[in-house]
């Protein structure tokens, strides 16, 4: 059986993963996908603003998995009222469709990129909103 994948750089703080929050899950289901492999870091849509070093791991995480796994769509999402990236809300729509278009471009990825944000409502309940596809 064939299963369609993606690949998505996340944020590591662990509202975001609580089991009834389930934003993985609502992610690949927003995409018509089944599988997500993740990347999670700290800040993920602001990863673009740090040493360079940081962003280049990431494309190299990247790398490693698009050739490993062959997804079809790559995730990058960001939330509102994260510590590893404290800006305004809109600034979190910006800096995921920055940084998707920088991961499209540096990877040669030829599929979708999507930027996604999880929008705060409180620790247990996060909304999901797409910003930007390229």
């Given at each position: 059986?064939?299963?369609?994948?993606?690949?998505?750089?996340?944020?590591?703080?662990?509202?975001?993963?609580?089991?009834?929050?389930?934003?993985?899950?609502?992610?690949?289901e927003l995409l018509g996908i089944d599988h997500i492999y993740l990347i999670a870091k700290p800040g993920p849509n602001g990863v673009h603003k740090k040493p360079q070093a940081h962003f280049e791991a990431l494309i190299d995480d990247f790398v490693l998995l698009i050739g490993a796994k062959n997804p079809s769509v790559l995730i990058i999402m960001g939330h509102q009222n994260c510590a590893g990236h404290p800006?305004?809300?809109?600034?979190?729509?910006?800096d995921a469709s920055e940084v998707a278009q920088l991961?499209?471009?540096?990877?040669?990825?030829?599929?979708?990129?999507?930027?996604?944000?999880?929008?705060?409502?409180?620790?247990?309940?996060?909304?999901?909103?797409?910003?930007?596809?390229?």
């Amino acid at each position: 059986m064939s299963h369609s994948i993606a690949v998505g750089l996340i944020c590591s703080d662990a509202r975001l993963h609580r089991p009834e929050v389930r934003i993985t899950e609502r992610a690949a289901e927003l995409l018509g996908i089944d599988h997500i492999y993740l990347i999670a870091k700290p800040g993920p849509n602001g990863v673009h603003k740090k040493p360079q070093a940081h962003f280049e791991a990431l494309i190299d995480d990247f790398v490693l998995l698009i050739g490993a796994k062959n997804p079809s769509v790559l995730i990058i999402m960001g939330h509102q009222n994260c510590a590893g990236h404290p800006v305004s809300d809109d600034e979190h729509d910006l800096d995921a469709s920055e940084v998707a278009q920088l991961v499209k471009a540096r990877t040669g990825f030829t599929g979708s990129v999507m930027a996604l944000v999880a929008t705060y409502a409180s620790d247990a309940e996060w909304g999901l909103k797409e910003v930007a596809r390229f």
